[in-house]
């Protein structure tokens, strides 16, 4: 009975959701059973992104940026937009370059997720306007310990939160007026934004928030083991100096975002410069105040017009990449992975983050332009070092929109390859998927060379599946002991949202199980047993 009964909300659920689809509604988040989806076009999406490099956004730059997203098939472009060129002089706002990025993403048939450079760029200042840079009195940078600057912003400068407010609502507000047809989907509200070299800022305007009572609604949400009227070293002890600099960060950008979605409410998500996930050290290790692991939930107070915070994944062992990809999945918290490296290797990772219900993965770095940031990020790019994260497409595309709403409806599992790990098993109740890596025709697995490896397995029937995955076999045992048996097992796509098969396989390929290569495959299997 409950299970009917959770199968007809679901489906009012998405039947909601599909009859907005004509009325072109605004992209939005929902949440439900602590699932997340990102709605474009009034239905699930899935991200499949790439992000350029720093300074590939200018018009002169662009056309070594798009012929890479096109071979990617990637449907979404995340591009800085840069305050210095948005405000050349106080209150004038020059729209040109974003008016030119949205006009070619829609010839190209790509989504855009457009990067606020403003306040914070990796923890410093330096896309301010000039003429913002010339007054370091008025927009100050972090006064460290020591008593000397930092290069970082401070967040306790009213005069460049003014300033930052101005200049995103102006954005927001053109974009309102000029993307009718919702080519921009999300906003990044500055980029990695924290300090480094200092755990926070200890101007005279620091130091007296910072011995005043914590805010209410911070102690709200610790309930009784909060010491009402406390300083920040009060209450919070050795952790008083991060999670002061936090909530502050979190604050300011919380009201640029909050007025920015006042004029157009796109979702808006703040990235994070991570803390190692296992052995995180103290906050002098990595950049402070950011959105790290261990202060989301300031985040989530501080800044409550900010959906989701979202981790740039560049650990470089798959131990570090989960772990992240589990931390930053939370009910309260869609994942999203707005950066991470681009290599072979890393690439099977967009799987595991679709595991843990990802909305949306985008490698870093991915244009033609002469920059590379290895090892952090992509290689000098080529369509040969570009192939892994296309394959990754080509499989996804066609069915994204599939994807994206099984995996909010809780019916999607998909998994990477493991080092020395051979074999994973996924839990459907009356089947169980295997995936193997690595194995011969009739052998055991004995893992890829190098693991790249990934699978996808989403519950679509009783016992039926939707199946698909690079460099890996799958099969299906029952939970009832049964001997499997394939009684159908179709190649396709989904047109329209109906499955249209193209052909049925059998004999060679069902025989051992069901094979995956670097050829993008989608299976529609019917299982029985005998």
């Not at 709605?39 to 490099?53: K, N």
């Not at 507000?173 to 500055?190: E, G, N, P, Y």
């Not at 396989?505 to 025989?511: K, Q, V």
Request: aromatic share 10%; glycine share 8%.
């Amino acid at each position: 009975m409950r299970a009917a009964l959770v199968a007809i909300l679901s489906g009012l659920c998405i039947g909601k959701l599909q009859a907005q689809a004509d009325n072109n509604p605004l992209p939005h988040l929902v949440t439900q059973d602590g699932r997340h989806a990102l709605i474009v076009d009034g239905a699930p999406f899935l991200m499949l992104g790439a992000q350029c490099h720093n300074s590939s956004a200018w018009p002169a730059t662009l056309p070594k940026v798009w012929p890479a997203i096109d071979y990617l098939h990637a449907n979404t472009l995340e591009i800085p937009v840069y305050w210095e060129q948005f405000e050349p002089e106080p209150g004038r706002f020059d729209t040109s370059v974003v008016d030119t990025i949205i006009k070619q993403a829609r010839e190209h048939n790509a989504r855009l997720v457009l990067l606020w450079f403003a306040t914070w760029k990796n923890g410093s200042s330096h896309y301010l306007p000039p003429w913002m840079k010339s007054q370091p009195d008025k927009y100050p940078r972090i006064i460290g310990k020591d008593g000397r600057r930092v290069d970082s912003p401070s967040p306790h400068a009213p005069a460049t939160l003014a300033a930052d407010i101005r200049a995103f609502s102006a954005l927001m507000r053109h974009l309102k007026a000029k993307d009718t047809q919702h080519t921009v989907i999300m906003v990044q509200v500055q980029n990695e934004p924290g300090s480094w070299n200092t755990v926070r800022d200890f101007s005279p305007e620091a130091e007296k928030l910072f011995t005043s009572p914590v805010p209410a609604e911070l102690l709200k949400v610790m309930g009784t083991n909060a010491p009402a009227g406390g300083s920040w070293s009060e209450v919070f002890g050795t952790n008083a100096d991060e999670y002061f600099h936090a909530w502050s960060v979190a604050h300011y950008i919380g009201q640029v975002a909050a007025t920015g979605k006042a004029e157009y409410p796109l979702p808006m998500y703040v990235n994070a410069s991570l803390r190692d996930p296992l052995t995180p050290g103290p906050a002098s290790k990595y950049e402070s105040g950011g959105a790290t692991d261990n202060v989301l939930w300031i985040w989530k107070v501080a800044a409550p017009a900010i959906d989701v915070l979202a981790p740039d994944i560049y650990q470089n062992d798959s131990a570090r990449y989960l772990k992240v990809l589990e931390l930053y999945s939370r009910p309260d918290n869609a994942l999203f992975v707005p950066e991470t490296g681009g290599t072979s290797g890393q690439a099977r990772m967009c799987f595991a983050a679709l595991g843990h219900g990802a909305i949306g993965w985008s490698p870093f770095g991915f244009d033609y332009t002469k920059y590379a940031n290895q090892p952090l990020g992509a290689p000098r790019l080529t369509e040969e070092s570009l192939g892994q994260v296309a394959l990754n497409y080509r499989i996804l595309g066609p069915i994204m929109r599939e994807v994206a709403r099984l995996n909010f409806e809780g019916k999607l599992q998909a998994v990477a390859e493991e080092k020395d790990e051979l074999k994973q098993t996924l839990d459907f109740g009356n089947w169980q998927a295997v995936v193997s890596y690595g194995v011969a025709r009739n052998g055991s697995p004995k893992g890829n060379s190098e693991p790249v490896g990934r699978a996808l397995i989403a519950k679509i029937g009783e016992n039926e599946f939707l199946v698909t995955g690079a460099f890996c076999r799958v099969d299906f045992k029952a939970a009832s002991g049964g001997q499997r048996d394939f009684l159908r097992v179709e190649e396709g796509g989904y047109e329209k949202g109906a499955w249209r098969p193209l052909y049925i396989w059998n004999g060679d390929e069902t025989d051992w199980g069901l094979d995956f290569s670097s050829a993008p495959q989608v299976l529609r299997v019917s299982l029985g047993t005998y």
